[in-house]
């Protein structure tokens, strides 16, 4: 074995006994110490599971064929059960709060230690430089229930790290966190691969995100096949790619530059030579969302503080803001499943909190963060028959339009095995098919692969436009605003902070400026199509 | 209040619900669930599982409905003051000795009511301990020996508090697509699937943070037994024996 390798997989297949398709087939790689490799693929292809496969969690925990040989630090995965391997490999999961097994920070941080036997006195030391380490200290005593979506997922981190791991695997550790939140997170991650030589295997969709940090990337096709290679290499010809790589493809530049500043430097002249664009004013149509002073208080804290604003007819409309913020009790309360302290909110007129049956359905759709919370049926038929039932729309037209999102859907699907953007697509067709004057959509890019979140804005963008409808989104992704949305609106503390074109508001934060505008930067270009623009007019 | 041990609450349940059992008196049982009562609303903290104790009340409402009527509808008759009479059912032969309908004494009535308050006490007082305890902390004094015992218990007694949440999730869900009365069905489930992948993902964590892994387990902070801890078992230790005396 070479001196500094540190995961190695030799020949590995991987199949799950109830499905015929194979996850990976005859995988080898090696990754060394102090590397910081990305996996990249879509929805569905097995990132999970590869990265499942490094501390035994696949195929001890979930079943499944394993064929081939998996080592960490020489110790073969097969050998030994995930929880022999936990002061050697840390996992982090996509959803921090669901693998918390205790209340308190630091018993959090504590608990695998306890469970090795650790004593007590070693015990203490390295809780404080975890503390230390992460910039915990000052939340050592909270319940974690009541920490933000950042700090829950920097405890996570902690409590894997503490136990001296010599590998750290992250499972979309910044896709439920906001831009700032999310950097914070990796470039604590950053630090530790080159402080403590920490091996980093981590899967990520939003490539922007990450794309900096990575030394090298497994590709994983869907086919059971996978590349690993240096990011430059792979990102010449991947379809996943984050927006600067389109946008050097799209220049035709010689090469593709990873980071803001190698793009920046290839772009001198496209910045000095393009022209400003034109951007287009929509003229606003009827109030469809009006809210009046909204206040809102959980459990004495203030959720909403007088809030006071109006959507129109064939607007976008992004929602942003930090953790927190009050973004979802801002939604849920113009759909009216909240009790207001003061205010009023309206939908087409009618009050929200007298919204009820048929004429919510016509009025507004909503798309809350889990879409399976919608569906209920046996199949995808099933829920698509119920869908035109509601509605009162001719027998298979739910289905017809779920067919146009997406195409290779089979009607015998169980909702439950669908991958997490068919499952969107799903709610979407049912939700549409009741054509809802106003559609509400809470974090739907969460877990989204490029191609699917594609197909979301073509949709979205064709619903608002053709139909004039309006379309009020909350999220964290910068680049989806960039590419859908016609206007912010920015919440802190419960209030709207700024509220204006998107164009404005986003380049007046850098950590919520999307990449193509932090390289375009002077010039007013947030996305791809926006910089060919420019340069061809 | 400092926080108590974590076994504290679930030895007093259990010995209060023997008390309840050996008296088998209505009254007891009535006394036991408001005394549960109080203590959850005015101890328990403001977590997730302190909802539990108001759910397992629900629970046990919904089942000694069905208890009374399932008594009253069937059974050997109890001679006493008539209420009302329900015409009886014709059975075929062979089921001698059943009889579905007939007169509905006050004693017959009493007595449905009675069995059926001793189980809804059963049952909110498992449930108040629940609200009480951190499940968190449960599995920390949980023998390492046990380890299935240890993971089956974390996930179920968190598996209660999990299930309230997402019942409301949902339910908001269904609203919001304008269902307004979601069936049983709709509502169950998501929720089954819901609480099936958090109990799997938790199951998954605690494996892959090494539990079980060392037969002995150090402890970073002690739990210590306190005072408190001794005079709320003593109390009950007291209760269930004056109970027992007197009953007998």
Known sequence: MDGDEMINFSRVSLLYPTSTKTILEDLSFEIAEGEMVLVIGSTGTGKSSLLRLINGLVPHHTGGILAGDITVDGISTQLVRPGELAHLVGIVGQNPSQGFVTDIVEEELAFGMEALNIAPEVMRKRVEEILDLLALSHLRNRAISTLSGGEQQRVAIGSALVMNPKVLVLDEPTSALDPIAAEEVLSILHRLVHDLSLTIVIAEHRLERVIGFADRIIHIAGDGSAEINLPEEILKRSEIAPPIVHLARALGLSDVGLSVRDVRRMTEDIRNSGRDIEIEKIKPGAITVNAQSLSLSYAGKKALNGVTTQIYSGEIVALMGRNGAGKSSLLTTLVGVNKLSTGTSEICGVKSEDLKGKIRREAVGFIPQEPSDLLYGQSVQGECQQADKDSQSSSGSTFALLQRIVPSINPQTHPRDLSEGQRLALALAIVLSAQPKVLILDEPTRGLDYQSKALLVGLLKNFAKELNRSVLIATHDVELVAELCDRVIFLAEGEIVADGPTLEILLSSPAFAPQVAKVMAPRKWLTVSDVLRAVAE | ?248
């Open chain 2, 1 to 248: 209040m400092k926080s108590l041990h974590p076994l504290t609450w679930w030895i007093w349940s259990l010995l209060v619900i023997c008390a309840v059992i050996s008296a088998n008196s209505s009254w007891l049982a009535g006394i036991s669930i408001a005394g549960a009562a109080i203590l959850v609303w005015r101890f328990a903290a403001d977590a997730p599982w302190a909802h539990s104790f108001w759910f397992s009340l629900k629970l046990g409402a919904f089942i000694l409905i069905i208890r009374t009527l399932v008594g009253i509808l069937i059974g050997v008759p109890i001679p006493g003051t008539k209420l009302f009479e329900l015409s009886i059912l014709p059975l075929p032969s062979w089921l001698a000795g059943i009889r579905i309908g007939g007169v509905v004494t006050q004693e017959r009535l009493l007595s449905s009511i009675h069995e059926g308050l001793i189980i809804v006490a059963v049952i909110s007082l498992f449930g108040a301990a629940v609200s009480l305890t951190s499940p968190h902390k449960l599995l920390r004094v949980t023998p390492i020996v046990i380890y299935e015992f240890g993971v089956a218990t974390v996930i179920a007694t968190s598996a209660l508090p999990n299930l309230v949440q997402s019942i409301s999730r949902i339910r908001r869900a269904r609203l919001l697509r304008g269902d307004e009365k979601p069936s049983w069905r709709s509502i169950a489930l998501p929720l089954l699937e819901d609480s099936l992948s958090r109990s799997l993902e938790l199951a998954a964590a605690m494996d892959s943070r090494g539990y079980g892994i060392s037969s002995k387990r150090s402890r970073y902070r002690p739990i210590p037994w306190r005072r408190p801890d001794s005079a709320i078992v003593l109390a009950a230790t007291l209760f269930f024996a004056i109970t027992w005396t007197v009953m007998k």
